[in-house]
Protein backbone atom coordinates (compact mmCIF):
# COMPACT_ATOMS: atom_id res chain seq x y z
CA UNK A 1 0.00 0.00 0.00
CA UNK A 2 3.14 2.32 -0.14
CA UNK A 3 1.84 4.71 -2.54
CA UNK A 4 -0.92 6.92 -3.48
CA UNK A 5 -1.93 4.89 -6.50
CA UNK A 6 -2.31 1.47 -4.84
CA UNK A 7 -4.74 3.81 -2.21
CA UNK A 8 -6.33 5.43 -4.90
CA UNK A 9 -6.64 1.90 -6.40
CA UNK A 10 -8.36 0.40 -3.45
CA UNK A 11 -10.70 3.13 -2.96
CA UNK A 12 -11.86 2.84 -6.47
CA UNK A 13 -12.62 -0.97 -5.83
CA UNK A 14 -13.56 -0.85 -2.21
CA UNK A 15 -15.99 1.92 -1.97
CA UNK A 16 -18.56 1.33 -4.63
CA UNK A 17 -18.33 -2.12 -4.22
CA UNK A 18 -19.24 -1.59 0.21
CA UNK A 19 -22.48 0.75 -1.12
CA UNK A 20 -23.35 -1.67 -3.48
CA UNK A 21 -23.24 -4.10 -0.82
CA UNK A 22 -25.59 -2.47 1.75
CA UNK A 23 -28.29 -0.82 -1.13
CA UNK A 24 -28.34 -4.64 -2.09
CA UNK A 25 -28.71 -6.24 1.60
CA UNK A 26 -30.99 -3.45 3.15
CA UNK A 27 -33.09 -4.12 0.00
CA UNK A 28 -33.52 -7.49 0.52
CA UNK A 29 -34.07 -7.36 4.00
CA UNK A 30 -36.92 -4.51 3.95
CA UNK A 31 -38.40 -7.26 1.81
CA UNK A 32 -38.50 -9.90 3.92
CA UNK A 33 -36.40 -9.30 7.21
CA UNK A 34 -37.89 -12.70 8.42
CA UNK A 35 -36.18 -14.69 5.08
CA UNK A 36 -33.08 -12.52 4.68
CA UNK A 37 -29.75 -14.39 3.86
CA UNK A 38 -26.82 -12.77 3.19
CA UNK A 39 -25.02 -14.08 -0.10
CA UNK A 40 -20.92 -13.48 -1.10
CA UNK A 41 -21.97 -11.31 -3.98
CA UNK A 42 -25.61 -10.05 -5.18
CA UNK A 43 -25.89 -10.52 -8.26
CA UNK A 44 -29.02 -9.01 -10.36
CA UNK A 45 -30.74 -9.27 -14.01
CA UNK A 46 -30.42 -8.90 -16.59
CA UNK A 47 -26.87 -9.39 -16.30
CA UNK A 48 -25.17 -6.27 -17.63
CA UNK A 49 -26.37 -4.74 -14.22
CA UNK A 50 -22.92 -6.84 -12.41
CA UNK A 51 -21.01 -5.01 -14.50
CA UNK A 52 -18.56 -4.00 -11.48
CA UNK A 53 -18.32 -7.92 -10.83
CA UNK A 54 -16.98 -8.40 -13.94
CA UNK A 55 -14.14 -5.41 -14.00
CA UNK A 56 -12.89 -6.51 -10.47
CA UNK A 57 -12.52 -9.95 -12.27
CA UNK A 58 -9.97 -8.32 -14.48
CA UNK A 59 -8.76 -5.69 -12.52
CA UNK A 60 -8.05 -7.29 -9.66
CA UNK A 61 -5.28 -9.83 -11.70
CA UNK A 62 -3.65 -7.03 -13.28
CA UNK A 63 -3.48 -5.02 -9.86
CA UNK A 64 -1.75 -8.26 -8.47
CA UNK A 65 0.71 -8.63 -11.87
CA UNK A 66 1.61 -4.86 -11.32
CA UNK A 67 2.81 -5.34 -7.47
CA UNK A 68 4.75 -8.42 -7.73
CA UNK A 69 6.61 -7.45 -11.34
CA UNK A 70 6.79 -3.33 -11.59
CA UNK A 71 7.31 -2.90 -7.67
CA UNK A 72 9.43 -5.44 -7.13
CA UNK A 73 11.43 -3.88 -10.01
CA UNK A 74 11.43 -0.11 -9.13
CA UNK A 75 11.15 -0.21 -5.64
CA UNK A 76 14.88 0.23 -4.09
CA UNK A 77 13.83 -1.44 -0.10
CA UNK A 78 14.16 -4.75 0.32
CA UNK A 79 11.47 -4.68 3.25
CA UNK A 80 9.24 -3.12 0.66
CA UNK A 81 9.97 -4.96 -2.03
CA UNK A 82 9.00 -8.15 0.23
CA UNK A 83 5.64 -6.22 1.35
CA UNK A 84 4.76 -5.87 -2.09
CA UNK A 85 5.32 -9.59 -3.05
CA UNK A 86 3.09 -10.29 -0.10
CA UNK A 87 0.33 -7.97 -0.94
CA UNK A 88 0.18 -9.47 -4.51
CA UNK A 89 -0.46 -12.13 -3.22
CA UNK A 90 -3.74 -10.92 -1.31
CA UNK A 91 -5.06 -9.06 -3.91
CA UNK A 92 -4.80 -12.79 -6.09
CA UNK A 93 -6.45 -14.59 -2.40
CA UNK A 94 -9.29 -11.64 -3.53
CA UNK A 95 -9.35 -12.50 -7.12
CA UNK A 96 -9.96 -16.18 -6.39
CA UNK A 97 -13.03 -15.31 -4.25
CA UNK A 98 -14.35 -13.85 -6.59
CA UNK A 99 -13.50 -16.69 -9.01
CA UNK A 100 -15.33 -18.73 -6.25
CA UNK A 101 -18.26 -16.85 -6.45
CA UNK A 102 -19.04 -17.57 -10.16
CA UNK A 103 -18.50 -21.34 -9.40
CA UNK A 104 -20.62 -21.31 -6.64
CA UNK A 105 -23.45 -19.59 -8.89
CA UNK A 106 -22.72 -21.95 -11.56
CA UNK A 107 -22.06 -25.65 -10.02
CA UNK A 108 -24.50 -27.20 -7.35
CA UNK A 109 -24.82 -25.17 -3.93
CA UNK A 110 -23.98 -28.82 -2.16
CA UNK A 111 -20.25 -28.58 -3.43
CA UNK A 112 -19.62 -24.96 -3.15
CA UNK A 113 -21.96 -23.48 -0.44
CA UNK A 114 -22.39 -20.19 1.07
CA UNK A 115 -20.77 -20.78 4.07
CA UNK A 116 -17.49 -22.08 2.68
CA UNK A 117 -17.56 -18.69 0.40
CA UNK A 118 -17.59 -16.81 3.70
CA UNK A 119 -14.87 -18.57 5.50
CA UNK A 120 -12.95 -18.05 2.72
CA UNK A 121 -13.23 -14.42 2.34
CA UNK A 122 -12.94 -14.33 6.16
CA UNK A 123 -9.72 -15.91 5.90
CA UNK A 124 -8.76 -13.55 2.99
CA UNK A 125 -8.97 -10.33 5.39
CA UNK A 126 -7.04 -12.06 7.64
CA UNK A 127 -4.25 -12.53 5.64
CA UNK A 128 -4.76 -9.05 4.60
CA UNK A 129 -4.56 -7.78 8.14
CA UNK A 130 -1.27 -10.20 8.86
CA UNK A 131 0.44 -7.95 5.27
CA UNK A 132 -0.96 -4.72 6.07
CA UNK A 133 1.56 -1.83 6.38
CA UNK A 134 4.42 -4.39 6.56
CA UNK A 135 7.90 -2.94 7.03
CA UNK A 136 6.01 0.85 7.76
CA UNK A 137 7.25 2.33 10.95
CA UNK A 138 6.83 5.82 12.45
CA UNK A 139 3.62 7.99 12.97
CA UNK A 140 2.50 6.10 9.31
CA UNK A 141 1.75 2.90 11.03
CA UNK A 142 -0.96 4.23 13.00
CA UNK A 143 -3.42 4.38 10.18
CA UNK A 144 -2.44 0.80 8.77
CA UNK A 145 -2.95 -0.51 12.24
CA UNK A 146 -6.15 1.65 12.49
CA UNK A 147 -7.33 0.44 8.99
CA UNK A 148 -6.43 -3.84 9.72
CA UNK A 149 -8.89 -3.00 13.02
CA UNK A 150 -11.30 -2.10 9.90
CA UNK A 151 -10.24 -5.71 8.39
CA UNK A 152 -10.41 -7.72 11.40
CA UNK A 153 -14.56 -6.55 11.57
CA UNK A 154 -14.79 -7.43 8.05
CA UNK A 155 -12.86 -10.88 8.82
CA UNK A 156 -15.22 -11.36 11.37
CA UNK A 157 -18.39 -10.49 10.35
CA UNK A 158 -17.18 -12.91 7.47
CA UNK A 159 -16.91 -16.11 9.68
CA UNK A 160 -20.11 -15.13 11.93
CA UNK A 161 -22.26 -14.44 8.50
CA UNK A 162 -20.67 -18.28 7.65
CA UNK A 163 -22.50 -19.83 9.86
CA UNK A 164 -25.96 -17.68 10.50
CA UNK A 165 -26.42 -15.69 6.91
CA UNK A 166 -29.74 -14.53 8.30
CA UNK A 167 -28.16 -11.96 10.59
CA UNK A 168 -28.44 -8.44 9.13
CA UNK A 169 -26.39 -6.88 11.64
CA UNK A 170 -23.40 -8.65 10.53
CA UNK A 171 -24.17 -7.92 6.98
CA UNK A 172 -24.86 -4.45 7.53
CA UNK A 173 -21.46 -4.03 9.53
CA UNK A 174 -19.70 -5.81 6.59
CA UNK A 175 -21.12 -3.83 4.21
CA UNK A 176 -20.11 -0.26 6.22
CA UNK A 177 -16.72 -1.94 6.87
CA UNK A 178 -16.21 -1.87 3.50
CA UNK A 179 -16.98 1.46 2.62
CA UNK A 180 -15.19 2.74 5.70
CA UNK A 181 -11.98 0.86 4.85
CA UNK A 182 -12.49 3.00 1.26
CA UNK A 183 -12.71 6.76 2.53
CA UNK A 184 -10.08 5.81 5.09
CA UNK A 185 -7.62 4.44 2.66
CA UNK A 186 -7.65 6.93 0.35
CA UNK A 187 -7.54 9.50 3.67
CA UNK A 188 -4.29 7.75 4.85
CA UNK A 189 -2.69 7.85 1.31
CA UNK A 190 -3.46 11.79 1.27
CA UNK A 191 -2.20 12.40 4.09
CA UNK A 192 1.04 10.15 4.01
CA UNK A 193 1.98 10.23 0.03
CA UNK A 194 0.90 14.01 -0.70
CA UNK A 195 2.21 16.93 0.70
CA UNK A 196 -1.21 19.30 0.29
CA UNK A 197 -2.95 17.19 3.01
CA UNK A 198 0.29 16.17 5.19
CA UNK A 199 1.02 17.11 8.48
CA UNK A 200 3.08 20.18 9.72
CA UNK A 201 6.13 19.19 10.81
CA UNK A 202 6.70 15.92 8.76
CA UNK A 203 7.62 14.29 5.74
CA UNK A 204 9.62 11.61 3.59
CA UNK A 205 12.06 9.90 4.38
CA UNK A 206 14.56 9.18 2.23
CA UNK A 207 15.96 5.62 3.46
CA UNK A 208 17.76 4.64 0.16
CA UNK A 209 19.55 7.33 -1.78
CA UNK A 210 17.68 8.79 -4.77
CA UNK A 211 14.61 7.54 -3.68
CA UNK A 212 11.63 8.45 -1.68
CA UNK A 213 10.14 5.25 -0.07
CA UNK A 214 6.34 4.69 2.11
CA UNK A 215 7.76 6.40 5.38
CA UNK A 216 6.98 9.37 6.90
CA UNK A 217 9.25 11.60 9.57
CA UNK A 218 8.33 14.51 11.92
CA UNK A 219 11.54 17.00 12.39
CA UNK A 220 10.40 17.14 16.11
CA UNK A 221 8.94 14.89 18.87
CA UNK A 222 5.77 17.04 19.36
CA UNK A 223 4.80 17.06 15.68
CA UNK A 224 5.05 13.39 15.66
CA UNK A 225 2.47 13.11 18.76
CA UNK A 226 -0.02 15.86 17.17
CA UNK A 227 0.63 14.16 14.10
CA UNK A 228 -0.95 10.63 15.46
CA UNK A 229 -3.20 12.47 17.49
CA UNK A 230 -4.76 13.85 14.20
CA UNK A 231 -4.71 10.57 12.38
CA UNK A 232 -7.13 9.41 15.39
CA UNK A 233 -9.11 12.19 15.26
CA UNK A 234 -9.81 12.31 11.67
CA UNK A 235 -10.72 8.16 11.94
CA UNK A 236 -12.90 9.52 14.42
CA UNK A 237 -14.26 11.35 11.46
CA UNK A 238 -14.75 9.28 9.28
CA UNK A 239 -16.21 6.37 11.59
CA UNK A 240 -18.93 9.25 12.13
CA UNK A 241 -19.50 9.86 8.82
CA UNK A 242 -19.86 6.14 7.15
CA UNK A 243 -22.49 5.26 10.36
CA UNK A 244 -24.42 8.16 8.90
CA UNK A 245 -24.25 7.59 5.67
CA UNK A 246 -24.88 3.91 6.26
CA UNK A 247 -28.70 4.32 8.50
CA UNK A 248 -29.33 7.56 6.49
CA UNK A 249 -29.25 5.18 2.95
CA UNK A 250 -31.32 2.38 4.68
CA UNK A 251 -33.73 4.82 6.05
CA UNK A 252 -33.53 5.93 2.63
CA UNK A 253 -34.39 2.45 1.02
CA UNK A 254 -36.93 2.03 3.58
CA UNK A 255 -39.26 4.83 2.62
CA UNK A 256 -38.50 4.88 -0.96
CA UNK A 257 -39.34 1.64 -2.44
CA UNK A 258 -38.70 2.64 -6.04
CA UNK A 259 -34.61 3.53 -4.82
CA UNK A 260 -34.23 -0.21 -3.69
CA UNK A 261 -32.01 -3.02 -5.77
CA UNK A 262 -34.55 -5.00 -8.63
CA UNK A 263 -37.42 -3.33 -7.15
CA UNK A 264 -40.47 -5.34 -8.79
CA UNK A 265 -37.69 -8.25 -10.25
CA UNK A 266 -34.32 -9.62 -10.37
CA UNK A 267 -33.79 -13.24 -9.04
CA UNK A 268 -33.07 -12.67 -5.86
CA UNK A 269 -36.60 -10.89 -4.84
CA UNK A 270 -38.44 -13.66 -6.80
CA UNK A 271 -37.09 -16.35 -4.82
CA UNK A 272 -37.94 -14.79 -1.88
CA UNK A 273 -41.93 -13.55 -3.41
CA UNK A 274 -41.57 -17.26 -4.02
CA UNK A 275 -40.59 -18.08 -0.40
CA UNK A 276 -43.51 -15.52 1.23
CA UNK A 277 -46.25 -17.63 -1.10
CA UNK A 278 -45.24 -20.80 0.11
CA UNK A 279 -45.35 -19.60 3.93
CA UNK A 280 -48.73 -17.63 3.28
CA UNK A 281 -50.02 -21.34 1.72
CA UNK A 282 -48.70 -23.23 4.26
CA UNK A 283 -50.16 -20.64 7.07
CA UNK A 284 -53.52 -20.82 5.41
CA UNK A 285 -53.25 -24.53 4.94
CA UNK A 286 -52.51 -24.87 8.80
CA UNK A 287 -55.73 -22.78 9.45
CA UNK A 288 -58.35 -24.81 7.46
Known sequence: MASLATHL???????????????????????????FKSKTWFFSEP????????????????????ETFIFLTFSGHPTYRFAFLQQSMVVFLFWVLLLLIILRE?????YINEGFAFVF???????EYFVMGKGITGFSSTAYDLLGTLTLVSAGCSFYLSVRPSAFFAEFLLSSGLIFKGTWILQSGLSLYTDTFGFKGCQKVMVSPGKEDAEM?????EDGFRAVALMRLLFIGHAILVLLLSFGLFGLLSKNQKLR???????????????NMLIRTSAELEIE
Not at 15 to 24: D, E, N, S
Not at 47 to 66: G, T
Not at 261 to 275: A, R
Request: aromatic letters at 12%; charged letters at 15%; one cysteine or more.
Open 261 to 275: FGEGGGPLLSQLDSE
Open 9 to 35: SAFIFLLPTGLRRLVCSSSLYLKSPAL
Open 106 to 110: NVDPL
Open 121 to 127: AGLTFLA
Open 217 to 221: GCDLE
Open 47 to 66: RWKNLDFYILIIALPLSSFS
